[in-house]
């Protein structure tokens, strides 16, 4: 099938290109660059050796959209494009509620005009707020707290009430936990721009000395050792999800759950970082980070039943394979 990826060029869009390609898919991206570079489209095409078209466009452009969507007989859409950073959300909440929202309605809107039936949809566990772990795509979302993740469940929202009056329209909508890990090749990888917020692109800085010490936020959460847990999942098998996602989609909206189903604790990834890479990781401490949770897994069993889909990398994997990435590239 010929799939439109738009955030092609970033962490998550880039490594799902290769897992298509690798399914033998043509892929078109669509990215604005505004949290990525064109060096990782390139790195793509290196990994694979084969095209991949890019349009540098904003998604939001209706115009830009509709000139893609003109030019080549795209048979379904992956939507990656959003702007993703919680904190800068609560500061920065229209261009959030703009780019997020008015993206998904723009793809959707052209997806009708030009009868393009299939849309996979990234959606986020943040939607879960503090639910009952483990988490079930069948459980009421609850409050997020942030302008990010009511833009996840809005778009959701958006994408529930178009899928219920076009009967062949096929959404599958993921919520994704923590994706971790690069490409084992080690040439393209998660490449946050300044200070990383999330654990693993802080864990390697601090690895490859670019960053002195870890904060641990928190160690008084009731958890297995008082830090926060989460649902890692190395992005390769999130990935492969997508394929697996695209090639079984069936009419109407669909909610899938992408994670491994296990809890690791921030001193527990600490450890396998520890073990996987050989470098001691300097940390202390500090106050909890505002609107954590200190409990975050999926129940992954509908994925695996309607996808035949479930997560094969353990966390070693995803560490080195994090490792890896760090110490292979030299442009930042
Ligand atoms: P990313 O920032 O690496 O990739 C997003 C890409 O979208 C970037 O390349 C950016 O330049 C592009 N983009 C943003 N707005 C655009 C616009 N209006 N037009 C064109 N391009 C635009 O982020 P990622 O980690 O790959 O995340 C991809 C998607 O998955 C996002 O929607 C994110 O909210 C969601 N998600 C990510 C995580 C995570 O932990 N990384 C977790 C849950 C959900
Ligand atoms: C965060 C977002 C989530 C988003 C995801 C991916 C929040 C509240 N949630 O998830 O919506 O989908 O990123 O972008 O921001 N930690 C430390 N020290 C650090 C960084 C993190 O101790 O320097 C801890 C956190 O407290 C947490 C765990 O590590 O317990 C994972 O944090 P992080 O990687 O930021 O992901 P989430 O907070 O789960």
Redesign the pocket.
Known sequence: MKILI??G?????SHTAVALLEAGHTVVI???????KEWTIKKVTQIMSKRITFYN????DEEAVENIFSNHPIEGVIH?????AVGESVEKPLEYYY?NLV?TMVLAKACQKYKVMRFVF???AVVYGENQVPFVETMDLLPTTNPYGETKVMSERILFDIAKVNPAFSVSVLR?F??IGAHESGIIGELPNGIPN?LMPYLTQVAKGKLKKLRIFGSDYPTVDGTGVRDYIHVMDLAEGHVAALENLTTGIHFYNLGTGQGTSVLELVNAFEQASGIKILYEVVERRPGDIALCYADVAKAKKDLGWTAKRDITTMCRDSWRFENNYKDR
Do not use: H, M
């Open positions: 738009t955030g060029a970033g962490y998550i869009g669509a990215d604005n660059l505004s949290n990525s466009i904003d998604v939001t990656f494009a959003g702007l993703k780019n993206s990234s959606s986020s994704y923590n994706p999330n």
